[in-house]
């Protein structure tokens, strides 16, 4: 039998394993923040519209260009922006895969900060980008000196900096932002997949944009929108990086389906984000019982929490937990697993499952 090792992979694909957490049947999934919210039916009414009417016009290719969903998605940004600065593709993976395409590849350099989320890496991979890991502190912070300093260490082509943190949850204070937008010769990206559960007065780096401009944010549909079946991510940035992913992109690329009902949902945004204050209820919860039983837990401004895992075992618990039917995520930060906020009902699975295993 051909085995993978048998193939001519490509060098730096030798040895890796393709990303993805295990797709379980388990009664509570509390392993990859999606929102746990079915979406309201108000919205999947006008999103059922909106497919039947993109239906019969399948068999012309989507614009390509996006436009509409676009005007939609910098309608919700607001900062003043408009469709020129924003980007639209399957999820903010293809996003990032497309910035990395345009300003990564061979012989170029991409600084990421871990733990953090773990796809940056693969990306630069994938694209042939050298990965060079500016690592965070041991709690997991990241200051605007170390991150300065790497910068200034490695001339990277692109930084990539992520707030809130995934697996960490904790956003990064925008002078961090800036000081690094400040450093960096080349594009620094903010993936800001989680920005919709930050808590009150979190600052976001969309307001850094018109004075960067090579700095990009990326958000997705895919959490606070409850989308992640949709695959809808985007960017904002100013309208020369929008320009220049163009080169990359595959014609196309965005369906017919996806665009319509992307912007059918952005049409009930109230709706679709009135879960977001209920799966930050259950956030803050869930940090305020496991410190409650005295173990570390890390500040979140996401739908997840990274806790200490008790006896540091994070492995034994991992399994423990998914034994009695709770699946979490083990991110690979020894002793430490990262749990998703979802309803009342599976924080009190996860809760009392947890308590059980003390
Ligand atoms: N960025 C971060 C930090 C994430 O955690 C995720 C999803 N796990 C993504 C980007 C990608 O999400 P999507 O492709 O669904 O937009």
Known sequence: MTGLEDLPLRDELRGLTP??????????RLNTNENSYPLPEAAVAEMEKALSAVLRDLNRYPDRDAVALRTDLAAYLRHGLTWR?????????????????????PGRTALGFTPSYSMHPLLAAGTGTTWVDG?????????????????????PDV??????NNPTGTALPLDVVRAVAEAADGMVLVDEAYAEFARPGTPFALSLIE???RLVVTRTMSKAFALAGGRVGYLAAGPAVVDAVQLVRLPYHLSALTQAAARAALAHTDALLSTVDAVKAQRDRIVATLRGWGLRVADS????????????????????????????RDVGVPGWLRVTAGTPEETDAFLNALEELL
């Open 19 to 28: 990303y993805g957490a295990p797709q379980l049947d388990v009664a509570v």
């Open 211 to 213: 004075e960067f401009p």
């Open 301 to 328: 401004d996401a739908n997840f929490v990274l806790f200490a895992a008790p006896r540091d075992d994070s492995k034994g618990i991992w399994q423990a937990l998914l034994d009695r039917g709770v699946l979490i």
């Open 159 to 164: 930084v990539i900096l992520c707030s809130p």
């Open 135 to 155: 690592r965070r502190d041991e709690d997991f912070t990241l200051t605007a000196e170390h991150a300065v300093a790497k910068v200034r260490e490695h001339r």
């Open 85 to 105: 600065n924003v980007w639209a593709a399957n999820g903010s993976n293809e996003i990032q895969q497309q910035l990395l395409q345009t300003f990564g590849g």
